[in-house]
């Protein structure tokens, strides 16, 4: 999977609504009782693409939408990235896809943050605000120090994740 800014032409957020919408419905829910959506709605309504709004898909469908920001925060020296307001397809809110399918595609949206940060969103710290405090289960192997890990820091606060890369060599 991959993560890509919202702005590309064949995945707007229009699109991705109706790809969601469907998913809803496949399994008799109402698409509009998914609250996270109109916070999302209200992002792309803004004018601009300073938003940051990102998709996580697998070529074929969307699996995550979320806004990624670079900005300078006291906390830190250098910019930082901070991603939020992440967003689901239904399929993992109503059970279609299982808990692993879950975990998977929530390890993949912050790995996604993680490649923007040495790439394209060049910074060194990432905050990164999961959908609820149980989604942390999935990253708790991360604060591990090991010599192979590519953060210097790594810590989890309820929803929060907080995270400084080591330089690169």
């Not at 792309?44 to 996580?56: C, I, N, V």
């Not at 939408?65 to 910019?79: D, E, F, G, H, I």
């Not at 992440?86 to 993680?114: E, H, R, T, W």
């Not at 609820?132 to 994740?161: C, H, M, N, R, W």
Request: glycine share 8%; with cysteine.
């Amino acid at each position: 999977m991959r993560l890509l800014p919202l702005k590309d032409p064949e995945r707007s957020w229009r699109q991705i609504k109706a790809q969601w919408k469907k998913d809803a419905e496949g399994v008799g829910e109402d698409f509009a009782t998914f609250g996270g959506i109109s916070a999302f709605e209200a992002l792309t309504a803004r004018e601009g693409d300073s938003q940051g709004l990102y998709h996580l898909t697998d070529g074929e469908r969307v699996h995550s939408v979320c806004q990624v920001r670079r900005l300078l925060m006291s906390r830190y020296s250098a910019p930082a990235l901070s991603a939020r307001f992440v967003n689901v397809s239904p399929i993992y809110d109503l059970g279609v896809a299982d808990l692993g399918d879950y975990a998977q595609m929530l390890v993949a949206l912050f790995s996604g943050v993680v490649w923007l940060s040495r790439d394209a969103l060049s910074a060194n710290h990432i905050r990164f605000l999961l959908k609820s405090p149980g989604d942390s289960q999935f990253f708790a192997a991360l604060k591990a120090v090991t010599p192979f890990s590519p953060f210097s820091k790594f810590t989890i606060e309820g929803a929060l994740i907080e995270c400084s890369m080591k330089e690169a060599a």
